[in-house]
């Protein structure tokens, strides 16, 4: 063979950065995957972050990587973003936009890991589990304090009903609750079909014994649960946030339990995260988890297979769906 013949193009492989922890079922394709190098560096500092990213054609996060304008400005040849979950306000859209660059979600691998996760805080929160247990640690044996109401029976107020709210729109029927629920696209047919009722956002919450919400969070949805609202609802209401941290104005949901207007709430997100040491951990009605909705084997698994399908398809040529 001549020299001549052997001559390849040189074909670069494209690089891959992972910037949080992925599952390693989903990272085993795109190590297998042809033309693809990875780089894994999670717990990146900002300047770490812009340096790393620099070279990188593609890139995956979770929600811990805020990949903010300066980010996308700071990389040279990157070309796709790829979210390990559902919700994309981590990533400046806008930006990635301008620069022509695709940003990809799994919208639907953890879908039942939150739901179970907001019914879990929902029974927690009826039954104040989180306070028994800690006052069990204390060396207590105080039965009286935790008593709890039933969710049978109760009316459920379920705010966006898209994948999560519809999931767990099923399982609170399971309960025996009844469910009435407020979304732009909810017919009355489909709530006929799944057995409950749909009505409007001001029917929702003044109807509620607990509401939950599950919408994403935009500029329609921000502060959707307000001091106004609060006013609204039912005395004794219960609250669950395992969607976005500011659909519910923290302030007014203090001031609305520290009154008594609000029984209590079960939040796994807030406005800016982490959030050790917020003021409504304080609150002894108030229970919470550091956003763990998704944080499951299962959906993580499944949520980094899909998101690193979609990276591979898209280096390879492919098309692929924008969220
Ligand atoms: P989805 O897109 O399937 O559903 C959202 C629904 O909200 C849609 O049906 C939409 O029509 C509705 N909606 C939009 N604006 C509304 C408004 N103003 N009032 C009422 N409804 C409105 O999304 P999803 O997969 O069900 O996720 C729901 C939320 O949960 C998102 O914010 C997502 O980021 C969050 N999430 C959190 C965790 C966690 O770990 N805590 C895990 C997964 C998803
Ligand atoms: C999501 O939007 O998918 C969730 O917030 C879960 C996560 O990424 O941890």
């Given at each position: 063979m001549s020299a001549i013949a052997e001559a390849k193009p040189e074909t670069k492989n494209a690089v891959l950065l992972i910037t949080d922890p992925l599952s390693e079922d989903g990272l085993q394709p795109l190590r297998a995957a042809e033309g693809i190098e990875l780089d894994i560096c999670t717990g990146l500092t900002r300047e770490e972050l812009l340096g790393a990213v620099k070279t990188a054609d593609a890139l995956i996060v979770r929600s811990?990587?805020?990949?903010t304008r300066e980010v996308i400005e700071a990389?040279?040849?990157?070309k796709i973003i790829g979210r390990?979950?559902?919700?994309?306000?981590?990533?400046d859209l806008e930006a990635a936009t301008e620069r022509g660059i695709i940003v990809v979600n799994?919208?639907?691998?953890n879908t039942n890991s939150a739901a179970e996760h907001t019914i879990a805080m929902m029974t927690s929160l009826a039954r104040n589990i989180p306070q028994a247990h800690r006052s069990l640690l204390e060396g207590k044996w105080d039965r009286?304090?935790?008593v709890g109401v039933e969710l049978k029976d109760k009316t459920l107020g379920i705010v966006g009903l898209g994948r999560i709210g519809a999931e767990v729109a099923r399982r609170a029927k399971g309960q025996r609750m009844n469910v009435i629920a407020f979304d732009p696209f909810l017919t009355e047919e489909r709530a006929k079909e799944m057995g409950i009722s749909a009505g409007t956002f001001e029917e929702v919450i003044r109807a509620a014994d607990f509401i939950t919400v599950h919408t994403p969070l935009m500029k329609e949805t921000r502060?959707?649960?307000n001091a106004g609202a609060f006013e609204k609802m039912k005395d004794g209401v219960r609250i669950v946030n395992?969607?976005?941290?500011?659909?519910?104005?923290e302030g007014a949901l203090y001031e609305a339990v520290k009154a008594g207007k609000v029984a209590g709430a079960a939040l796994?997100?807030?406005?800016?995260?982490?959030?050790?040491?917020?003021?409504?951990?304080?609150?002894?009605q108030v229970i919470a988890t550091?956003?763990?909705?998704?944080?499951t084997i299962e959906a993580q698994e499944s949520v980094a297979i899909d998101v690193g399908r979609d990276v591979i398809r898209f280096l390879s040529g492919e098309p692929v769906k924008n969220p």
């Open positions: 811990g990587t805020q990949v990389a040279d040849s990157l390990a979950g559902v919700g994309v306000d981590n990533i799994a919208p639907d691998g009286k304090a935790f502060h959707l649960l395992c969607a976005r941290g500011g659909i519910i104005d796994d997100v807030m406005e800016s995260e982490p959030f050790t040491g917020h003021r409504l951990l304080e609150l002894p550091p956003h763990l909705g998704a944080s």
